[in-house]
T-cell receptor, first 116, second 112 residues
Framework: NAGVTQTPKFRVLKTGQSMTLLCAQD?????MYWYRQDPGMGLRLIHY???????AKGEVPDGYNVSRLKKQNFLLGLESAAPSQTSVYFC???????????????FGSGTRLTVV | GQQLNQSPQSMFIQEGEDVSMNCTSS?????WLWYKQEPGEGPVLLIA?????ELTSNGRLTAQFGITRKDSFLNISASIPSDVGIYFC????????????FGQGTTLQVKP
């Protein structure tokens, strides 16, 4: 049981290039999220999905797009990378557990992206 | 948007010492969570709190959900070198989206 798998683990992009980060989970979770982590700023939500075919904006969505065509996959796209998008990107998934609504995310191990 | 203020930002302690960190917010949360992140990995859930005043332990870790629902603390007793990492608090506001708001993190270093 792999949990949440992110690919790639590392990437260097030139300004203006595009790329897609892939997140795959094998826990049949409904809810998936993309966060970015920057020093001293914690984790900030980029986009999220509450189910297959749905997506919504988070706290810092500008410059990113997402798709959730299959329940197990959540893709994060950068159409035209900028140096400000240099960060570590984390995908997470969860499912509501009865009345307690655990919201205990399972995180992937991250993608370290550098835009030069 | 909503913010969580986590303190301290970093701690450098001696093995065996106890550690305390906390999070405060201007917003009321329904759920508080504490995560630990080790280098090169994603955060891992340590403790989840669901009710105001709740005190929960996980081994040497103890966390409490503040009575006002606007704060939470995490204590680590008798620290060991493997406690090193970044600790994050996270709050859930009560929507049905599962969205969490994270604190800035507390970086813990333990000297053997």
């Amino acid at each position: 049981n792999a949990g949440v798998t992110q690919t790639p683990k590392f990437r260097v992009l030139k300004t203006g290039q595009s790329m897609t980060l892939l997140c795959a989970q094998d826990m049949n979770h409904e809810y998936m999220y993309w966060y970015r982590q920057d020093p001293g700023m914690g984790l900030r939500l980029i986009h999220y999905s509450v189910g297959e075919g749905t997506t919504a904006k988070g706290e810092v969505p500008d410059g990113y797009n997402v798709s959730r065509l299959k329940k197990q996959n959540f893709l994060l796209g950068l159409e035209s990378a900028a140096p400000s998008q240099t960060s570590v990107y984390f995908c997470a998934s969860t499912d509501l557990l009865g009345s307690r609504g655990a919201y205990g995310y399972t995180f992937g191990s991250g993608t370290r992206l550098t835009v030069v | 948007g909503q913010q969580l203020n986590q303190s301290p930002q970093s701690m450098f302690i001696q093995e065996g010492e106890d550690v305390s960190m906390n999070c405060t917010s201007s917003s009321i949360f329904n759920t508080w969570l504490w995560y630990k992140q080790e280098p090169g990995e994603g955060p891992v859930l340590l403790i989840a709190l669901y009710k105001a005043g709740e005190l929960t332990s996980n081994g040497r870790l103890t966390a409490q959900f503040g009575i006002t629902r606007k704060d939470s603390f995490l204590n680590i007793s008798a620290s060991i070198p493997s406690d090193v990492g970044i600790y994050f608090c996270a709050g859930q506001l009560g929507s049905n989206t599962g969205k969490l708001i994270f604190g800035q993190g507390t970086t813990l270093q333990v000297k053997p």
